[in-house]
């Protein structure tokens, strides 16, 4: 795996997901290797591990790049990256595809684990509201049938209150809408209920509105009985060191320590060290707490630039046309700046 360091984000090549051939020799994206499996079959000798295969109605449309940003949520909310958390940051710029990996990832647990059985039961999408119809289209569009999700997008109060309460109830693990789609607001107004039982995974996309722990929509997700939690930001990296920490530590509490040991260990010397008057040693502690970070951080945030959807793109071709005197009039007729407003 080979990574460039820079503040809030990686860039990364991540190791190919393993590839094996279905029925039709199809390729597979295996989110699980033999010498995991091997690991865990040694602590537990008498239980079978199975790979964990993305079903090929959505691996066979990834590209190589969400195939590896699958690949690396997975291993961050399955605690593979970091023992004891289960949290990480989707960083991609825009038009990478955040929202494909993440209903791969999403429906991949819902059916499946190592142990041969589903992950967990029900998920929770939290968005804007003006996107979560744009989520329920999403899932029909690349799952069809194959799984329901149940979208917050109107009702009356008591509707609203029945169908989370039965959401909430509802403890099969084949539920029958296992996916449920919710504004950050309609979730802070409800979030009594939603915190009544446990959840298998949260995924909250633009969490960039999760930079203040002390505002109550943050307080409301963080109560969430759920320690799978995935972010979904195009933009994650604050200025505000401190913003920037509340992110991480929604979807890894605990990982950069209280928000008091954050300042005092990693805030107070970077600030010191990048002030224009700080002496070579606040410099040097300040570059230090600076790498010291980024090592923590680099685990659970996955970050990759639209440089990438340079190679799908076709080759531009360039034609010189002669334009006759009456063509050329024409169209600048249909430039003329009158013809524009402002």
């Known amino acids: 795996m080979i990574r460039r360091r820079s503040l809030g984000m990686t860039r990364m090549s991540v190791s190919p ?8 020799r199809s390729p597979l994206v295996v989110l699980t290797d033999d010498e995991e ?24 449309i990834l590209r190589p790049h969400q195939r590896e940003g699958v690949k690396f949520m997975y291993d961050c909310v399955t605690g593979r990256n970091i023992e004891g958390h289960n949290g990480c940051i989707m960083a991609d710029e825009m038009g990478l595809g955040k929202t494909l990996q993440c209903i791969t990832l999403l429906y991949t647990l819902l059916r499946q684990s190592p142990e041969g059985k589903p992950t967990f039961s029900k998920a929770v999408i939290v968005c804007p509201s003006s996107l979560v119809k744009n989520w329920d289209k999403e899932i029909k569009k690349w799952l069809g049938q194959r799984i329901s999700a149940l979208p917050m997008d109107s009702g009356s109060k008591q509707e609203i209150t029945n169908k989370l309460k039965a959401y909430m109830a509802d403890a ?38 999760l930079k203040n722990s002390d505002n109550l929509t943050y307080q409301a997700l963080n109560g969430l009985q759920c320690s799978r939690r995935v972010l979904i930001s195009g933009t994650p990296i604050q200025n505000d060191l401190l913003e920037y920490y509340s992110l991480v530590n929604f979807v890894n509490p605990g990982l950069l320590g209280t928000a008091s ?9 970077i600030l010191r060290g990048r002030d224009g008057n700080a002496t070579e040693e606040e410099q040097k502690k300040g570059e230090e707490a600076t790498k010291e970070m980024i090592t923590l951080v680099e685990k659970c945030i996955i970050r990759r630039t639209s440089a990438l959807l340079t190679k799908y793109l076709p080759v531009r071709l360039g034609f010189k046309v002669s ?15 009158k013809l524009f407003s402002n």
């Open 261 to 269: 040991e954050f300042k005092k260990r990693f805030e107070n010397p």
């Open 17 to 24: 997901s393993p590839v094996i051939h279905g029925q039709f």
């Open 172 to 209: 099969r693990v084949r539920a029958a809408s296992p996916i449920l789609i919710i504004s950050y607001e309609t979730f802070r107004l409800y979030a009594k209920i939603l915190h009544s039982s446990a959840i298998g995974m949260v995924i909250c996309d633009e969490g960039h509105r």
């Open 37 to 60: 499996g091997s690991k865990r079959k040694r602590k537990k000798p008498l239980r079978l591990q199975v790979h964990v295969v993305v079903d090929p109605v959505l691996g066979n």
């Open 323 to 337: 334009l006759t005197g009456t063509i050329y009039t024409i169209v600048g007729c249909c430039l003329h700046y």
